[in-house]
């Protein structure tokens, strides 16, 4: 082999190197962005149903017929506990 021959070869694989260290930091900025989207997603999803859960306990809460079913033991636990 010449030396021509050698530097052609040496070049090709440098610049596979190159390649495959790009392609493996592109995969690994896909991925962080993918894992970046999917957790926004999920923290919309659950602030949205602790709101929906919060207005409705609040909702139940200001009912009349809630008000009324409530006993004074479930109003005030801590003292029917200590009484019993």
Do not use: G, V
């Not at 896909?30 to 997603?41: G, V």
């Amino acid at each position: 082999m010449t030396r021509r021959t050698l530097e052609i070869a040496a070049f090709c694989a440098a610049l596979l190197l190159a390649a495959l260290i790009f392609h493996a930091w592109l995969a690994a900025h896909d991925d962080q962005l993918r894992l970046s989207s999917t957790l926004a997603t999920q923290k919309q999803a659950l602030d949205a149903a602790l709101a929906f859960s919060l207005d409705a306990a609040e909702n139940r809460r200001a009912t009349p017929q809630f008000q009324r079913k409530r006993s004074p033991e479930s109003r005030y636990p801590t003292i029917a506990i200590r009484f019993q």
